[in-house]
């Protein structure tokens, strides 16, 4: 017993020292129009379930002949086997699909010697879920959360010549997190998006928020270093104005009239923004968003929510996402007729909003506080709370951005209610001009909308099964009628599985009562007035551990459009014929 227990003080010794989440909302810059030199392309890669790497110190390692070592070695970080970043390791072997737990990747980066006063910072535009950062054998920093950018200077890390970065990532699913230990979908792990190493001069500008309230374009940003004063610069709007910085924090409004950005009219405008040598871009549309009593309000006007929901899941690359996927699931969307798309159940690929913003939709995008996680911890509360802020940096410049979402179908406990309400209040703080939705609940027993929730938040969602795993549909309708929400519902899930290629004919899991239940759905939502969007579940069937029956093998089977990216259901044409009616009652 003596024993084990000094196992057990020893296994969290190893690791506590690097857990320090020192990686975070605050450490990000702003990357908007900066040149970067990237990192993709081929890492030394081992799996490493024992964690064995942090105990034997192999980020510690340094480039040596195995001629010249006096102690044996269980893993050189210099050579061996190497995968391509980004990717996900399930997707690369199939020893690796099911692997839980740490891998290292590790490559050289050979710099040129840096200008007094430059510095240079590491960004990863995603690893899931932990990563911590080495460079030559020095621990610079961890970060938490699967779906986030995160960046680490490595201005004095970084010698000139060559160094090594390694970067320890761990999928494992733990109870202090966020996701939890449960989840609809696949528990992919990797540096799954791009890395990139990027030069600034002394003073970085951290953060840009552009954007269209009460009437004028304010403008807020954050900048380290001694700068006095910024420029922010846009042309088409005959904006070029300079902006005080008080402790490098910088605050303006303009009178503008920009055109409008709308799925109809996606206009943007080129911002510019300068602090000393610092000049960071974007492309920014301006619209406002706001809910009035049960409507959802776009520059004035109440619109209906015609969308659907996506993961980011591929049958041959897993999680990894190119911009072909992300324009292929959008134009798909919008065959479908959308003008609105849910990005469940994390933040996607920074791309997407760039994207939506140039095609016209609009999006909701979420962090993973999804089912019952451990509301009452603090640090799964510090988890979500920073995912959130990262996401929220990340793309307020993105007009298609409606509706920050911040929980899916979680229990109401007082616990979560706590919780919840800390989020919605840092929406509001880092940005006041959208809507906070939250996936809320019904009250079968009532059969009614009923989650205490729905008081601290703009869109009530609701996710609801009626004719799957509730097979009563009849309560649909008796829900509908019992129920008079003060704010909008969108109702963010619905939909059934059917398999299109080993389904029976009727009957649950054919594509033929897939397609019943979306008749069935429109039908009756169309009767409820404060009905105001919906994004059934979901566009493409995905990748998943938990459903294994015969029909599903592996995958959930509720998309619109098979794993092939290819095969439309005929539930796809109920939907599209739907939309079109309504699109052509609004016009
Ligand atoms: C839900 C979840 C979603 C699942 C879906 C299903 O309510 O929000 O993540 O995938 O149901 O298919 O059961």
């Known amino acids: 017993i003596a024993e084990n227990a000094l196992q057990a003080l020893h296994d969290e010794a190893y690791d506590r020292p690097f857990n320090l989440q020192n990686l975070n909302a ?10 970067s030199r990237s990192l993709d392309g081929d890492w030394l890669f081992c799996v490493d379930l024992l964690d064995t790497g942090l105990r034997q110190k192999w980020y510690a390692m340094t480039p040596s002949r195995p001629e010249d070592r006096i102690e044996p070695w269980d893993y050189d970080p210099h050579e061996g086997e190497t995968v391509p970043v980004p990717s996900c390791w399930q997707m690369l072997k199939e020893k690796w699909y099911f692997f839980e737990g740490s891998a290292w990747y590790s490559r050289p980066v050979t710099v040129d010697p840096l200008d007094k006063g430059r510095r240079r910072f590491l960004r990863i535009g995603a690893a899931q879920y932990d990563c911590k950062v080495f460079v030559n054998g020095a621990f610079l920093g961890n970060h938490y959360g699967g779906s986030t950018p995160f960046c680490v200077e490595v201005t004095d ?50 953060d840009l928020f552009v954007r269209l309230d009460g009437g004028k374009i304010r403008v807020s940003m954050t900048a380290d270093g001694p700068a006095e004063a910024a420029r ?140 019952a996680i451990d509301f009452a911890n603090p640090d799964t509360r510090a988890d979500a709370t920073n995912q959130l802020r990262e996401l929220i940096r990340r793309d307020r410049n993105r007009a298609s951005v409606a509706i920050w979402s911040i929980g899916n179908e979680n229990p109401d406990t007082d616990a979560r209610l706590s919780f919840m309400r800390h989020l919605a209040d840092t929406c509001r703080a880092e940005d006041p001009t959208r809507l ?27 996710n609801e099964y009626y ?11 008796v829900i509908g009628e019992n129920s008079a929400p003060d704010r909008p519902v969108v109702i963010s899930e619905t939909g059934a599985d059917g398999d299109h290629e080993a389904g029976p004919e009727t009957g649950l899991f054919s594509v033929a009562y897939q397609a019943e239940v979306y008749e069935k759905q429109i039908a009756t939502l169309r009767t409820l007035d404060y009905v105001k969007g ?38 796809f044409h109920v939907l599209a014929a739907h939309y079109a009616e309504r699109r052509a009652t609004e016009e």
Not at 172 to 186: A, E, G, I, K
């Open 26 to 35: 605050d450490t990000m810059i702003f990357t908007g129009g900066r040149q």
């Open 157 to 206: 890390a970084l010698a000139e010549g060559e160094n090594w970065i390694m970067l320890c990532v761990n999928n494992t699913r733990t109870l202090d997190r966020v996701p939890m230990r449960n989840t609809d979908w696949f528990n992919y792990g990797g540096v799954y998006r791009e890395v990139e190493l990027f030069e600034t001069p002394e003073t970085v500008i951290r």
């Open 232 to 371: 922010i610069e846009i042309p088409e709007l005959g904006i070029d104005a300079s902006i005080a910085l008080s402790g490098g924090q910088g605050e303006a409004a303009f009178d503008a009239a920009p055109d409008l950005w709308s799925p109809e009219t996606p206009r943007l405008y080129d911002v510019t923004c300068t602090v000393g040598e610092d000049i960071v871009r974007d492309r920014v549309g301006f619209r406002t968003v706001e809910r009035r009593g049960t409507d959802i309000v776009l520059n004035g006007k109440p619109l209906f929510l015609r969308g659907i929901s996506v993961h980011e899941d591929d049958a041959e690359t897993g999680k990894l996402t190119s911009e072909a996927d992300i324009r292929r699931r959008f134009e798909h969307a919008l065959e479908l007729g959308c003008n609105f798309v849910r990005l469940a159940h994390y933040p996607h690929h920074e791309r997407a909003p760039q994207i939506a913003d140039e095609m016209g939709l609009l999006l909701w995008e979420e962090i993973p506080v999804y089912w």
């Open 436 to 462: 906070i939705g939250a996936a809320c609940l019904v009250n079968h027993r009532k059969l009614k909308i009923e989650d205490r929730l729905a008081a601290h938040i703009d869109v009530i969602g609701i």
């Open 467 to 477: 004719g799957w795993y509730d097979e009563n549909f009849d309560e649909l309708a």
């Open 534 to 571: 919906m994004s059934p579940w979901i566009l493409y069937d995905f990748r998943v551990e938990r459903r294994q029956n015969v029909f599903q093998r592996g995958w959930n089977r509720k998309g619109l459009i098979a794993a092939d990216k290819r095969t439309k259901k005929p539930a």
